[in-house]
């Protein structure tokens, strides 16, 4: 191995950092071999140095930019979050330093800036681990998959979300504590509001649908609902009908009647049915499936997060960036070239479950049946269950307009007889 040390500095040392220096350690011999010279770390910026016994000192740092700038070839990102880290990152590749970052929160923000730096220097960028943990999928979008036309991505992203919402379906257990639990075990962000609030697996569905459509996708184009407001009444309306409720992250490919195409990306509850592969998705695990013209249906499956998982795919993108440093290669540039237009969700299709406490009498059925006829929502099933004074009435819609649906819902719930909208819920995974 005549090639001299590629030098790495390492930015954080969480829940992922501390994997990554283990995996660095436990397999210097093996990643040596495999890149063809020695990965050196150099040092490790922190914001605490008393809290790392585990780290020899003299690696420790809190000043991440005297880092960056010293004399390393790569930068591995896992602090998290936009500053100081945005900065960093810009001065490490405007300085000609590949980057590896696992910070889906920036690039669903400053794709574009942080390929612009790269480019222009020549660096590397690469950021598997920003997108369902140790699952490969972002290299299947921007290399396997690069000569297909993919139409559609959709899936289980945000590991803590899935934890959660398997906990309340499976044992009846509450919110907050298995959200405790999900932070404990290094799943959830420092604040779980970016998990719980969908923001997390709005930035990854960002860049899932950027590098799918060779768009630029940022995470405020993205419509993004939480599991906030899933109760346990909406857990138990799904199994009543065979179905659950899983956090999903839907990007498609859309096509007009004028034949222009544009992009649409989502993330909501919704229900699924439980026959579906993604109901199974227990836990942690994130499951995406994406579709392609060519390739057909391909599901990818496995941890989405947790420190040693999203480590394994740091260091793979590490090992990639080492061996271009190496070998003389590179890694893909930003696809953009399609530059689709990003449509909004009121121009989304979807199917809905509508549950409503309706007065029980004669005529309530029609009436709320009439609403949705008036707004042109087609209804595919409904179930009544008579109580004593009142009745549990359960709609499912055919696919609809968004803005049709909401005006329906809108109106429904002003009327007379209906007592209580129990419960509305996206449909996915059935027959439209
Ligand atoms: P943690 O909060 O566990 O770790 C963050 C680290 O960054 C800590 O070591 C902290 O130092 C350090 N840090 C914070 N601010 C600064 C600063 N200004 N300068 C230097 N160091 C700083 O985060 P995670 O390891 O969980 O996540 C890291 C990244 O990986 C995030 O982008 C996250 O979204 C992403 N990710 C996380 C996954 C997970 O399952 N946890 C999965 C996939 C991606 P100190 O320890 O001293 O406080
Ligand atoms: N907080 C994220 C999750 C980490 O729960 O999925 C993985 O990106």
Redesign the pocket.
Known sequence: MSHRPIRVAL?????????VIRLLTQQADDLAARVGAPIELTG??????N??PDVPAHLL????AALVASDVDVVV?????L???RG?LLDALTAGKSVV??????LAESAADLFAAADASGADLFFE?????AIPLLRPLRESLAGDRITKVMGIVN??TNFILSAMDETGAGYAETLDEASRL?????DPT?DVEGY?AASKAAILASLSFHTRVTATDVYREGITSVTPTDIAAARGLNRTIKLLAICERVTGEDGAESVAVRVHPAMIPRSHPLATVGG?FNAVFVEADAAGQLMFYGQ????A??AS??LGDLVAVARNLVGGGHGPRESAYAALPVRTIDQASTRYHVSLDVADRAGVLSTVASVFAEHDVSIAAVRQEGRRRDASLVIVTHSAPEAALRSTVDKIAGLPVVHDVVSVMRVEGEES
């Open positions: 930015l954080g040392c969480g829940t992922v950092g501390t994997e490790v910026a922190v914001r605490r140095p809290k790392h740092t809190t000043d991440a990102e896992v602090i998290g979050g500053d100081p880290v960093l970052t696992a910070n889906k929160a920036l681990a920003a997108v369902a943990g590991g803590t290094g799943y959830a962000e420092a970016a997390d942690a989405g997060a947790g420190g998982p999203t795919a740091v």
